[in-house]
T-cell receptor
Framework: NAGVTQTPKFQVLKTGQSMTLQCAQD?????MSWYRQDPGMGLRLIHY???????DQGEVPNGYNVSRSTTEDFPLRLLSAAPSQTSVYFC???????????FGQGTRLTVV | AQSVTQLDSQVPVFEEAPVELRCNYS??????LFWYVQYPNQGLQLLLK??????LVKGINGFEAEFNKSQTSFHLRKPSVHISDTAEYFC????????????????FGQGTILTVHP
């Protein structure tokens, strides 16, 4: 009963490097989302998806790309990392008709 | 668009004392309301939610919250806190879409750090 799995748990990047944060869910949920958590700002929505092949921007999408080729996976790509992207990233999934969102354990990213 | 304001960034209390964490929201559409808890270095766990019906909702770990539509508030309460309640608490809203369901998009408040002292 894995739920929402995020990898890696920790990552240090140099400015300008690229990387992909992985998110996988085994609950067959249609909806998936990425959030970033910064001190004093709560969690802010980066991108979300309402199904395979359908994605849209959230509140803070700049610098991030997403795609959703399968129901299970929703990777978040940083094309050219910047120090402002130092944050804790959470992936979440949920279903239509069930309002509870299930969160992964988070990825702590530091960009130096 | 939605916004959520948690009125206290930090709340220190002594063990066995009551606590209230305050949350106000604004939205141009109907929303569902949630409280999540985050223990250190962990993900978010749902405490309780308000979808419809009775305005007083009970959650896990003895927490409850009251929805006040006229004041657009959703304050979280616990009559007697424990050391283990020390955590960060987030109030959040989710817009209802046309079918009464949602797209899973949450708008969070800034968080309230609850510290319970012995």
């Amino acid at each position: 009963n894995a739920g929402v799995t995020q990898t890696p748990k920790f990552q240090v990047l140099k400015t300008g490097q690229s990387m992909t944060l992985q998110c996988a869910q085994d609950m067959n949920h249609e909806y998936m989302s990425w959030y970033r958590q910064d001190p004093g700002m709560g969690l802010r929505l980066i991108h979300y998806s309402v199904g395979a092949g359908i994605t849209d921007q959230g509140e803070v999408p700049n610098g991030y790309n997403v795609s959703r080729s399968t129901t299970e996976d929703f990777p978040l790509r940083l094309l050219s990392a910047a120090p402002s992207q130092t944050s804790v990233y959470f992936c979440a999934s949920s279903d239509p008709g069930n309002t509870e969102a299930f969160f992964g354990q988070g990825t702590r990213l530091t960009v130096v | 668009a939605q916004s959520v304001t948690q009125l206290d960034s930090q709340v220190p209390v002594f063990e066995e004392a009551p606590v209230e964490l305050r949350c106000n929201y604004s939205s141009s559409v109907s929303v569902y309301l949630f409280w999540y808890v985050q223990y250190p270095n962990q993900g978010l766990q749902l405490l309780l939610k308000y979808l419809s019906g009775s305005t007083l909702v009970k959650g896990i770990n003895g927490f409850e919250a009251e929805f006040n539509k006229s004041q657009t508030s959703f304050h979280l309460r616990k009559p007697s806190v424990h050391i283990s309640d020390t955590a960060e608490y987030f109030c959040a809203v989710m817009p209802q879409n046309a079918g009464g369901t949602s797209y899973g998009k949450l708008t969070f408040g800034q968080g309230t750090i609850l510290t319970v002292h012995p």
